[in-house]
């Protein structure tokens, strides 16, 4: 192994992407799009091509009529059964609170290694750095489709005409007293304030990081400091509030006090994940020389640490509830692992053999945290991993019995994938791969663990 | 015990104490320890030290408390004295998955500072062998053993001045 306190690399690297990259992402992205066609007119005509997929655009009443979460359903007329549509606007949803998350976890490890003065973490900052510059795609869908009024019925039950009206034939008294958070305009306020502050913090913390390039000095060490403690701070906050929103008021009738955790586990797992990938492909393709494998060792300890994080919130969530017999809070592990046919229990149980068996193998010993294919492997893993367990958050409340795994979610998630790999890629072109005048790069060029 | 001679290098940084570690092992000297004030990354690495197998014997103890748990709660809820909690199974798995995972952590440290304490020589009863009082302090302190080196005495005191050692004293245990 070299010893890197000789021949450290030069500093000044420039990633280039190129047009032709440009259009291959594009391409893939506007695949994608075809292909969520695709699947969606082959499934109107009733052929199958996924997993888990119900036959033909009709469903089983019957079958809905056993789980949980039908016997909730209220009585009134504007209901009706789950159609592809549902499927549809399930996967956008899923996939954009999941590349929200990998985007904004980005802005989190850059303010917690600020805060934390970390030095090691300086030579990588600006691939973490490139993250963020996506929040704002997943963020605008996510309104988006809130604000739509045919979306929103089919995401939230709780936002149903006269479900919070004494009275009203659609009433449900749990909801409503649930109305003085779950209510239109601070529903609508706090989305707004996630992605425009989260996004805002971090145009902030970017302009003093291209312009600390420019000036050197500490001033905008200190600046960017100050930023990352607001951002830790609002961050501590909403990243609980928006898993609360985003993901558990699908399930309205169901809480989990692990939730906001559990969702924030997840969401800086899969983004510790993807930046190791994206660390990873930059050096495959020549760049960032000066990461050395002591920083993908630190990094992996990293993601091996928060996947096992993962594993103790996503098990504690359900051990509590088990533990302390609360079987009115089972509904929402009774709907994954027998409601809608059992459509979702391999989902479920899948989430555990990707994020936490399979990585914690792979990444237990010092010498594959060293190694990039096997980095790799686990990351990938991780990834994949997470991206089930944002399904199975989101699926059994939106798509209800229409879930599947089919040419639907790989579309989804190949357009989520291309456009946030052509969002960092292009905000990693503007600036040089590594903070040239940051206090801190001295250190991080001699890291040696 | 017989005595020993060991010659102590006195060196003021930790970079020329790195630094020096590879020197004087190129010239053939076999250093018997170095003492530092504070951990200095790369120094085990230019020591020569083997990397620890302390993970070996963390794994060891910490199988041996997964399966003291998994047996103590087994026996004790589903053969010696089942109760009947809110008509769970007589051995609910989950219940114990927190018993398993206090007692694997538990013995996992344990077996770790014990072999630690066994392997280092270090207990109640040990007399610690100080070179010199300043390593505790600013001074970064290398110690050969004499017998153990087939260069003379004032030879290793060139090499170690030459590789930048501040004062070289005798010390004999």
Known sequence: ?449 | MADNKYLVGVFDDEDEVLHAVGEVRHSGVKIHEVYTPFAIHGLDRALGYDRPRMGIAAFLFGITGTCCALLLTFWTMGIDWPINVGGKNFFPWPTNVPIIFELTVLLASFGMSFTFFVMEGMGPTAKPVIFDVRSTDDKFIMAIDLSKNKLSELEITDILKESGASEVNVKEV
């Open chain 1, 1 to 449: 192994m070299a010893h890197n306190t000789h021949g450290i690399p030069s500093t000044e690297e420039r990633f280039e992407f190129t047009s032709e990259s440009r259009s291959k992402l594009l391409i893939a992205a506007a695949l994608g799009v075809v292909l969520v066609a695709i699947g969606a007119f082959l499934l109107n005509k009733g052929w199958s091509i996924g997993v888990w997929e119900s036959h033909g655009a009709g469903h089983d009443a019957a079958a809905a009529g056993h789980d949980a979460h039908a016997a909730a359903a209220h009585g009134g007329g504007e209901h009706h059964g789950p159609t592809l549509i549902n499927r549809i606007i399930a996967n956008l949803w899923m996939n954009s609170v999941y590349f929200l998350g990998i985007s904004v976890v980005g802005m989190f490890f850059i303010s917690y290694n600020y805060v934390a003065k970390a030095g090691w973490s300086v030579s990588i900052k600006r691939v973490a750095e490139a993250f963020p510059s996506f929040i704002w795609v997943p963020g605008a869908i996510i309104i988006i489709l809130f604000l739509i009024p045919s979306t929103r019925h089919m995401i939230y039950h709780w936002t149903h005409e006269g479900i919070m009206d004494k009275g009203s034939e659609n009433y449900d008294k749990i909801i409503a007293t649930k109305s003085w958070y779950l209510n239109m305009p601070f529903f609508t306020i706090r989305l707004l304030a996630y992605v425009g502050v989260w996004y805002y913090l971090w145009t902030l913390v970017r302009k003093y990081s291209i312009a600390e390039e420019q000036e050197g000095g500490l001033e905008y060490y200190y600046k960017s400091r100050n930023v990352a403690k607001i951002f830790l701070l609002f961050f501590a906050v909403t990243s609980s509030t928006s898993a609360w929103d985003l993901s558990m008021s699908i399930d309205t009738h169901w809480f989990s006090t692990m939730f906001g955790w559990y969702h924030l586990a997840s969401w800086h797992v899969a983004g510790l994940a993807a930046l190791m990938y994206a660390i990873l492909i930059l050096k495959d393709k020549g760049y960032l020389k000066a990461v050395n494998d002591s920083h993908l060792h630190d990094l992996g300890k990293f993601i091996f640490g928060f996947s096992i994080f993962w594993t103790y919130v996503w098990f504690s969530q359900y051990l509590l509830i088990f533990y302390a017999n609360l079987p009115e809070e089972t509904i929402y592990f009774r709907e994954r692992f027998t409601g809608h046919d059992g459509r979702y229990w391999w989902p479920f149980h899948i989430n555990f053999v990707l994020n936490f068996f399979f990585p914690i193998l792979i990444l237990m010993a010092r010498d594959s945290k060293r190694r990039p294919t096997l980095l790799k492997l686990g990351c990938g893993s991780i990834l994949v991993g997470h991206w089930f367990d944002f399904y199975q958050m989101h699926m059994p409340g939106i798509a209800k019995d229409q879930g599947g795994i089919g040419i639907i979610e790989w579309g989804t998630t190949l357009t989520f994938a291309s456009l946030f790999i052509y969002f960092v890629a292009n905000t990693l072109s503007k600036a040089n791969l590594y903070p040239k005048k940051h206090p801190f790069l001295e250190e991080s060029l001699h890291h040696d663990i």
